[in-house]
C-alpha cells in the first residue's frame, strides 16, 4: 500500500505564485509515476499534470500549460507542482496521485493511489 500526503496548499491572491508537494511512502514500485488532479467547487475533477517515473518527461492540462511545473524528487519520493500565475478558477481541492505504471494518464481509473487533497484558494 502506497500513502501520499500533501502539503503546501494555502490562500494566495491572483498573479501569485503557490507551491504544493506530496510525499509518498510505504511499498512502491521501483518505477512509478506521480501527478495531480484537482476538482474545484461543483465541478468534476480533473487531470492537472504528471511526471513519469524517470522524471525526464511531463505533460499538463491545456488549462495550466505554460503557469504550472512538476517536478520530482525520486530519491526523497517526493513530487512538487509550482504554481505560477494563479487565477481564480485554479481554485480547486489538489490530489496527488501515483501508479505502479511508470507513465500514468489523464484519466481518474489510470492512478491507483490517491491523497487526501489540499485546499489552494485563489482570491482576487
Known amino acids: 500500500q502506497v500513502q501520499l500526503v500533501e502539503s503546501g496548499g494555502g490562500l494566495v491572491q491572483a498573479g501569485h505564485s503557490l507551491r504544493v508537494s506530496c510525499q509518498a511512502s510505504g511499498r512502491t514500485s521501483p518505477r512509478y509515476a506521480m501527478g495531480w488532479f484537482r476538482q474545484a467547487p461543483g465541478k468534476e475533477r480533473e487531470f492537472v499534470a504528471a511526471i513519469t517515473w524517470s522524471g525526464s518527461s511531463s505533460y499538463y492540462a491545456d488549462s495550466v500549460k505554460g503557469r504550472f511545473t512538476i517536478s520530482r524528487d525520486s530519491a526523497k519520493n517526493t513530487v512538487t507542482l509550482q504554481m505560477d500565475s494563479l487565477k481564480i478558477e485554479d481554485t480547486a481541492v489538489y490530489y496527488c496521485?501515483?501508479?505502479?505504471?511508470?507513465?500514468?494518464?489523464?484519466?481518474?481509473?489510470?492512478?491507483?493511489?490517491w491523497g487526501q487533497g489540499t485546499q489552494v484558494t485563489v482570491s482576487s
Open positions: 496521485v501515483a501508479t505502479d505504471d511508470g507513465v500514468g494518464g489523464r484519466w481518474e481509473h489510470e492512478w491507483e493511489y
